[in-house]
């Protein structure tokens, strides 16, 4: 059992919002489609389900053919950024309808219904409609219909997205184990790196309908293969910048930057270095650090993170430390970079080294 | 000072919108000489006699039977045939869906003089005039539209997604649209029926011309004032009276509604 898709390209009039794809999910995998807002995530999703159909192109699930076969057929389950429950059944009514269709008998149904709403908390919810319910569970509902049945492919686009930030964590670490002991592929869509990383698994990176990456999450974060999928799986935004090698000696932002490293096995020339902000720190980390200055432009505390982006030279950098550093803005700050965890890429945005 | 008098202007408002209302049921509840010889704020002579004559005497009961009969049928076609096509509006894109969104709410604007005498001659040469069925299907020349234009707002109200979702728990359309979706647009279809009943209900034009006898509205035997008896002042009051209260019903029962068609700017 795997799902494949073979050249899937979309267009609508003019515009092509999905560009020649080629993807294949494994069978018992999840498989994160990790991109900003309008970079294809939702109309793969729905070419995937069968709500849409490619304009050219092949979809294979189970090595069978399933281009042109419709949804109801499909036996796929998915979950909306929205809550999409039906505001007329009851909450027990809206898990059990993918059973219903399906004719098992009603004490099956409510076995496997009892089932899966214990495993999303929703048991004491049951008789209620799900206008009554709050956002978090209205969700679960929504969840629940979705692992009710047996379908093989699951498709979640952006399921935490509407929710606060407490519900989104608790839910977010609950999600793996949901699809655990499950025969079925899970596509997971996504804006967030964050959830990338935790939920594991595999990533496809995705820029303005082109699928640029894909491969295990932790790998596709290690070792991006260019530096677009290296942006689009950084948050806060990655660091770039244009680099000179000649023998040991690195130089940065016109030679106002400067060290030596010889562990870096690198040809002599320009290259473009990408350093995620949290390698620039108000302290020093790893054994490898440089010194960078620049003016504060923002500082700003997420939680018990520091945010602090600065200006150096022509170039906007933002770096993320543990712990609470303020700044005033306007200050000249001395940062820290971790030399070690650089990545570089070379004229052609492709990484060419990573230590 | 402003506080303690800010009840006032409503009150003149309210006072003002009552009293041709409160004229009516006065007049009604006189006879037709007190009507004509004296000037009275109330009864002198409180009589039931006019609506006796009205739930007895079948010429004019039977006009109130028509009316019902018409604007009911008239309700139902209206919605039924508007449903589908406010969904296919809303769901769908299609080559000059706009402009034809737009025609259909311009037949909404035409004068229904203007289609008296092609209906009445087109109903006459197919024998459906003097029917229940001519005014039901004429009426739907601003209905429809009204009804497709209404409807499209609530049905867009509503995400695609919940479509979607249903498809991929295996619900085939029709299923969905019946089980699913006209039970999440209740409120939109009351409101709908609402108007659709308002505006039939108050049409008289194309009612009065396709009808002689045996389909002749209320608002039609109102508005014949000299009868053999004479003038019926009296009788007319209480007809007039009894005319205003479906509206009134209905208005209680979707009043929760017409809130939010407001809101969805399409009332």
């Given at each position: 059992m795997s799902l494949e898709l073979r050249n899937v390209e979309k267009k609508v009039g003019q515009d092509t919002?999905?560009?020649?794809t080629n993807l294949r999910f494994e069978k018992n995998t999840i498989n994160i489609l990790l991109g900003?807002?309008?970079?294809g995530k939702t109309t793969l999703m729905q070419i995937m389900a069968g709500l849409d159909k490619p304009t050219n192109g092949e979809i294979w699930f189970a090595d069978k053919n399933?281009?042109?076969?419709?949804v109801q057929k499909r036996n796929v389950s998915m979950v909306y950024q929205?809550?999409?429950?039906?505001?007329?059944?009851?909450v027990f009514d809206n898990i059990a309808s993918p059973l219903k269709i399906t004719g098992i008998n009603s004490d099956q149904i409510k076995k496997r219904v009892g089932q899966v709403s214990e495993l999303l908390k929703l048991s004491e919810m049951l008789?209620?409609?799900?206008?009554?319910?709050s956002g978090g569970q209205q969700q679960r509902t929504a969840l629940a219909r979705a692992l009710v049945k047996d379908s093989g492919l699951i498709l979640l686009?952006?399921?935490?997205?509407?929710?606060?930030f407490k519900l989104r964590e608790e839910l977010r670490e609950e999600l793996p184990k949901l699809f655990e002991n499950r025969e079925c592929i899970v596509v997971y869509a996504t804006t967030e790196p964050s959830d990338a990383l935790l939920i594991g698994g595999y990533t496809a990176t995705l820029m303005e309908g082109r699928v640029i990456e894909y491969g295990k999450t932790i790998e596709v974060y290690n070792k991006p293969k260019n530096l677009f999928s290296a942006r689009v799986f950084s948050d806060p935004p990655i660091n770039i910048s244009e680099i000179k090698k000649s023998g040991d000696t690195f130089s940065l932002l016109h030679d106002s930057v400067k060290w030596k490293n010889s562990n870096v096995d690198l040809k002599d020339g320009n290259y473009k270095v990408g350093i995620r902000?949290?390698?620039?720190?108000?302290y020093k980390e790893g054994n490898n650090c440089i010194e960078i200055k620049g003016k504060v432009l923002i500082s700003e505390l997420s939680g018990s993170e520091s945010l602090i982006h600065f200006r150096n030279v022509n170039l906007n950098w933002v770096s993320l430390s543990n712990g609470i550093h303020q700044m005033k803005v306007g200050q000249e700050a001395k940062l820290y970079m971790n030399v070690d965890e650089f990545m570089y890429f070379d004229q052609n945005n492709n990484l060419v080294n990573n230590v | 000072m402003m506080k303690k008098y800010k009840w006032l202007v409503p009150t003149i408002y309210i006072l003002f919108l009552m009293l041709p209302i409160y004229w009516l049921l006065n007049m009604s509840f006189k006879t037709t000489t007190e009507i004509i010889n004296t000037y009275s704020?109330?009864?002198?002579?409180?009589?039931?006699e006019n609506y006796i004559t009205i739930f007895t005497d079948n010429t004019w009961y039977t006009g109130y039977l028509n009316s019902i009969y018409y604007v009911v049928m008239n309700t139902i076609l209206s919605v039924v045939a508007a449903l589908p096509a406010a969904y296919a509006f809303s769901r769908y894109k299609f080559l000059g869906d706009k402009h034809l969104f737009f025609w259909l709410l311009t037949n909404r604007m035409a004068p229904p003089a203007v289609f008296a005498l092609p209906f009445f001659q087109f109903y006459s040469s197919i024998n459906?005039?003097?029917?229940h069925v001519a005014v039901a299907l004429s009426h739907c020349l601003f209905n429809i539209p009204l009804a497709v234009w209404i409807l499209e707002g609530f049905i867009s109200a509503v995400p695609k997604e919940l479509d979607e979702t249903a498809y991929v728990d295996g619900y085939a359309f029709w299923r969905f649209f019946f089980k699913i979706f006209i039970p999440t647009i209740t409120a939109g279809i009351g409101i709908t029926m609402f108007f659709c009943f308002m505006f039939s209900w108050v049409e008289l034009l194309l009612a009065k011309t396709l009808t002689?006898?045996?389909?002749?509205?209320i608002a039609a035997t109102m508005?014949?004032?000299?009868s053999t008896s004479g003038y019926e002042l009296g009788l007319l009051a209480a007809a007039g009276s009894l005319t205003i209260i479906p509206g009134a019903i209905v208005i209680y029962f979707v009043r929760n509604y017409i809130a939010k068609g407001f809101a969805l700017g399409r009332v």
């Open positions: 919002h999905i560009y020649s900003s807002t309008l970079a399933v281009t042109g076969v419709a929205q809550f999409i429950n039906y505001p007329n059944f009851s008789d209620k409609r799900p206008n009554e319910l686009d952006e399921p935490l997205a509407n929710l606060d902000p949290y390698n620039i720190t108000t | 704020l109330w009864p002198q002579k409180f009589t039931f459906l005039f003097d029917t002689a006898v045996a389909a002749k509205p508005t014949r004032t000299v």
